[in-house]
């Protein structure tokens, strides 16, 4: 196995005053050591990861990480810098810089390496050697480490225990044999790469359990496995610490245990604080249940406190209930939805009411392949709601959701609630199985709750509410609604392609993007004029960021840096092909210019495409769909407007930065000059 980082890989005086500067510096010493592959597509997915979470820790340590296909084997950089480098950490600038570089399909062994690293990096005497370090082959040696690192495949950070047991009766001052039972914690870690934080903060935990005298395990869902802690001592645990960023896997097992729920930074940086916190919370008796969302300080690394934070953060498991289950529902509606399209486009829209190809099918026909395309996709759609409900429930309880979420799917279907009804139905097969599982019961059934006895309550309470009691509310609410597109014109159509394409553009493939995505993908399982024009106006105002970002790219090279005009060529396809994430490297580089700028592109093409009445059967495809949608020419002009606002508010907004003195030094690519005046 090749070492994963030499002393070519090191750098003990880091000019960089940037951390984008940081990583380029870093990762050219990767590309030099035939590490990576594509520098630029390489910085692209570190920027895509910087952006979800700032990288930088306390105590002066940035680790930007990444997993990339640019990546050939797993590998570290080291840079050590004298000014201090700003990686958003709250203590303030970073001297010691790791760049982690893991592909795409790293093995488990590497992983475990650079697990055992950022375990190491909560050690203060690792950190003050490599601030003395003068020799790079050294520094490189320090960071392999001499002794074999903490394997993280056990999956369980075991703090002390056989130490407390030994020594708890005189940190107790020897005061009788209930004292010398220490205070157990259990607690879980993760985060959303799995290569740094999850280690880190487990470490963090542990060191801080031992400094207090509590005992502290800690299971690590990252990349170099996930092993459940031992049911035992879960069931000895006085309490329960989540430190996380991901959902927490098999939430059940904690349930009775009073919990305190944090993002995965503040495992790493307020570990005694919530040691602290969990020791009150079992002294004042306060049960939690495997999904009570209490965090002690509202969501990730926040300081809100009280009922606000408690709020915010029901907001967003709520959020990641909702996209868990349109997660799942898209590649239902990327493989029908495209098979559909296709069929029209071979024996046209009257291909639909063809009869079974079951019965009939002949091979040589273009429209018996047609109806044989139509019928799979259709098949395909018809999980739609069932599966939207179904990974809701799972999101929210897990495994023995899933049947009650699939069964109020289906009968969403059966009362014609559809789309909405399939929301509804997974929310109450989640609530269902969540409060079945709060009741006690004896240990001799427990075995069968989750196979029999849950799936068999809650898929009974989940069908008679959906059958008698919102079923036909919600038909009915659907019916309107689809009743209402239909109805749109003139400014009231205008108005929805404005907020569309304003969601689609916002965040890029996040929450917002994906909810504007599922409410026009939905109107596709029963296709009407007014739910095909929102599906236009929804794909359209999608391609926008990318293709604006390219062709700003093109025109004004001066403004963007090498790797931004290098992402700009990829992200003509990434455009054309509907695929809004491409424009993401741009808006992490330089959020105020790009997503304002993108935003107001896109709602030009949402408000253009619904004006013009153009209309769209197929889910997905960008340009090559095109004889797929109706009014294609006026549609193509929408998207090109929208390109062409976006493309010129962001020209601007970046040429405005420029200081007079940067421009007068600075020659575009077409030897022009810019002069800005003070």
Same mark, same amino acid.
């Given at each position: 196995?090749?070492?994963?980082?030499?002393?070519?890989?090191?750098?003990?005086?880091?000019?960089?005053?940037?951390?984008?500067?940081?990583?380029?510096?870093?990762?050219?010493?990767?590309?030099?050591?035939?590490?990576?592959?594509?520098?630029?597509?390489?910085?692209?997915?570190?920027?895509?990861?910087?952006?979800?979470?700032?990288? !930088?820790?306390?105590?002066?340590?940035?680790?930007?990480?990444?997993?990339?296909?640019?990546?050939?084997?797993?590998?570290?950089?080291?840079?050590?810098?004298?000014? !201090?480098?700003?990686?958003?950490?709250?203590?303030?600038?970073? /001297?010691?810089?790791?760049?982690?570089?893991?592909?795409?399909?790293?093995?488990?062994?590497?992983?475990?390496?650079?697990?055992?690293?950022?375990?190491?990096?909560?050690?203060?005497?690792?950190?003050?050697?490599?601030?003395?370090?003068?020799?790079? $082959?050294?520094?490189?040696?320090?960071?392999?480490?001499?002794?074999?690192?903490?394997?993280?495949?056990?999956?369980?950070?075991?703090?002390?225990?056989?130490?407390?047991?030994?020594?708890?009766?005189?940190?107790?001052?020897?005061?009788?044999?209930?004292?010398?039972?220490?205070?157990?914690?259990?607690?879980?870690?993760?985060?959303?790469?799995?290569?740094?934080?999850?280690?880190?903060?487990?470490?963090?935990?542990?060191?801080?359990?031992?400094?207090?005298?509590?005992?502290?395990?800690?299971?690590?869902?990252?990349?170099?496995?996930?092993?459940?802690?031992?049911?035992?001592?879960?069931?000895?645990?006085?309490?329960?610490?989540?430190?996380?960023?991901?959902?927490?896997?098999?939430?059940?097992?904690?349930?009775?245990?009073?919990?305190?729920?944090?993002?995965?930074?503040?495992?790493?940086?307020?570990?005694?604080?919530?040691?602290?916190?969990?020791?009150?919370?079992?002294?004042?008796?306060?049960?939690?249940?495997?999904?009570?969302?209490?965090?002690?300080? !509202?969501?990730?690394?926040?300081?809100?406190?009280?009922?606000?934070?408690?709020?915010?953060?029901f907001g967003v498991r709520l959020r990641t209930y909702l996209m868990s289950g349109v997660s799942y529902m898209?590649?239902?509606?990327?493989?029908?939805?495209?098979?559909?399209?296709?069929?029209?486009?071979?024996?046209?829209?009257?291909?639909?009411?063809?009869?079974?190809?079951?019965?009939?099918?002949?091979?040589?026909?273009?429209?018996?392949?047609?109806?044989?395309?139509?019928?799979?996709?259709?098949?395909?759609?018809?999980?739609?709601?069932? +599966?939207?409900?179904?990974?809701?429930?799972?999101?929210?309880?897990?495994?023995?959701?899933?049947?009650?979420?699939?069964?109020?799917?289906?009968?969403?279907?059966?009362?014609?609630?559809?789309?909405?009804?399939?929301?509804?139905?997974?929310?109450?097969?989640?609530?269902?199985?969540?409060?079945?599982? $709060?009741?006690?019961?004896?240990?001799?059934?427990?075995?069968?709750?989750?196979?029999?006895?849950?799936?068999?309550?809650?898929?009974?309470?989940?069908?008679?509410?959906?059958?008698?009691?919102?079923?036909?509310?919600?038909?009915?609410?659907?019916?309107?609604?689809?009743?209402?597109?239909?109805?749109?014109?003139?400014?009231?159509? +205008?108005?929805?392609?404005?907020?569309?394409?304003?969601?689609?553009?916002?965040?890029?493939?996040?929450?917002?993007?994906?909810?504007?995505?599922?409410?026009?993908?939905?109107?596709?399982? /029963?296709?009407?004029p007014g739910s095909l024009k929102v599906m236009a106006a929804v794909m359209a105002a999608g391609m926008v960021?990318?293709?604006?970002?390219?062709?700003?790219?093109?025109?004004?090279?001066?403004?963007?840096?090498?790797?931004?005009?290098?992402?700009?060529?990829?992200?003509?396809?990434?455009?054309?092909?509907?695929?809004?994430?491409?424009?993401?490297?741009?808006?992490?580089?330089?959020?105020? $210019?790009?997503?304002?700028?993108?935003?107001?592109?896109?709602? +030009?093409?949402?408000?253009?495409?619904?004006?013009? !009445?153009?209309?769209?059967?197929?889910?997905?495809?960008?340009?090559?769909?095109?004889?797929?949608?109706?009014?294609?020419?006026?549609?193509?002009?929408?998207?090109?407007?929208?390109?062409?606002v976006a493309t010129a508010l962001v020209v601007l907004l970046k040429g405005a930065r420029r200081t007079a003195?940067?421009?007068?030094? /600075?020659?575009?690519?077409?030897?022009? $000059?810019?002069?800005?005046?003070?």
């Open positions: 196995m090749s070492e994963l980082i030499t002393a070519e890989l090191v750098d003990l005086d880091l000019s960089a005053t940037t951390k984008d500067a940081a990583a380029r510096s870093l990762a050219e010493r990767m590309v030099a050591a035939h590490r990576v592959t594509d520098l630029d597509g390489f910085l692209a997915d570190v920027a895509a990861r910087e952006a979800q979470m700032p990288t !930088g820790l306390d105590g002066g340590i940035g680790i930007p990480h990444c997993r990339s296909e640019h990546v050939s084997a797993p590998t570290l950089a080291f840079g050590r810098s004298g000014a !201090g480098i700003d990686f958003g950490a709250a203590d303030g600038p970073a /001297d010691l810089v790791f760049l982690i570089a893991a592909p795409a399909g790293a093995d488990d062994d590497h992983l475990t390496i650079l697990s055992g690293l950022a375990r190491r990096l909560m050690d203060p005497e690792f950190t003050a050697a490599l601030r003395a370090g003068t020799d790079p $082959r050294a520094v490189a040696a320090l960071i392999r480490g001499e002794e074999a690192p903490e394997e993280p495949e056990r999956e369980q950070v075991e703090t002390g225990k056989q130490e407390q047991a030994e020594t708890g009766t005189e940190a107790a001052g020897g005061t009788g044999a209930a004292e010398s039972v220490p205070f157990r914690i259990v607690a879980v870690t993760s985060c959303p790469t799995g290569i740094a934080h999850t280690y880190m903060a487990a470490e963090s935990l542990a060191a801080a359990g031992r400094a207090e005298g509590v005992e502290v395990t800690v299971e690590t869902q990252g990349s170099a496995g996930f092993k459940k802690l031992d049911p035992a001592v879960v069931a000895a645990a006085d309490a329960v610490i989540w430190a996380h960023d991901v959902e927490v896997r098999e939430k059940a097992r904690f349930r009775g245990k009073p919990l305190v729920d944090v993002g995965v930074k503040a495992g790493i940086n307020r570990p005694a604080e919530l040691i602290a916190e969990a020791r009150r919370r079992a002294e004042r008796g306060e049960i939690a249940t495997a999904t009570d969302s209490d965090k002690v300080s !509202g969501s990730g690394d926040g300081d809100g406190n009280g009922s606000g934070a408690d709020h915010a953060h898209v590649p239902f509606v990327a493989a029908g939805g495209l098979l559909i399209a296709l069929s029209f486009a071979i024996g046209g829209y009257e291909i639909a009411s063809a009869k079974s190809v079951a019965d009939h099918f002949v091979w040589g026909e273009a429209d018996s392949w047609a109806a044989l395309l139509n019928q799979i996709g259709s098949a395909a759609f018809g999980f739609l709601v069932p +599966v939207l409900a179904g990974y809701i429930a799972y999101g929210m309880a897990d495994r023995p959701a899933l049947v009650p979420g699939f069964v109020g799917g289906a009968i969403a279907l059966t009362v014609n609630a559809g789309f909405l009804g399939g929301l509804v139905a997974g929310l109450l097969a989640g609530a269902v199985v969540m409060a079945v599982q $709060r009741v006690p019961v004896h240990a001799t059934l427990r075995g069968i709750m989750p196979v029999l006895v849950i799936p068999l309550i809650a898929s009974a309470v989940v069908g008679f509410l959906m059958f008698i009691v919102v079923g036909k509310p919600i038909a009915s609410l659907q019916n309107a609604l689809t009743d209402w597109l239909n109805g749109l014109s003139g400014s009231n159509a +205008v108005i929805l392609g404005v907020v569309l394409g304003l969601m689609m553009c916002f965040d890029m493939g996040g929450p917002l993007n994906k909810v504007a995505y599922a409410f026009a993908v939905g109107g596709l399982a /029963d296709p009407t960021p990318p293709l604006a970002m390219a062709l700003a790219t093109t025109v004004r090279r001066r403004l963007f840096t090498k790797t931004e005009r290098e992402n700009g060529r990829a992200a003509w396809v990434l455009g054309a092909s509907f695929i809004t994430e491409g424009a993401i490297p741009f808006a992490a580089a330089d959020p105020l $210019r790009v997503i304002p700028s993108v935003m107001a592109g896109g709602a +030009v093409t949402g408000a253009l495409s619904m004006a013009f !009445g153009a209309t769209l059967r197929a889910p997905h495809g960008g340009v090559f769909v095109v004889p797929l949608i109706g009014e294609p020419f006026l549609y193509l002009l929408a998207i090109a407007a929208g390109t062409l003195p940067e421009a007068a030094g /600075d020659a575009g690519a077409d030897g022009s $000059r810019v002069t800005v005046a003070a």
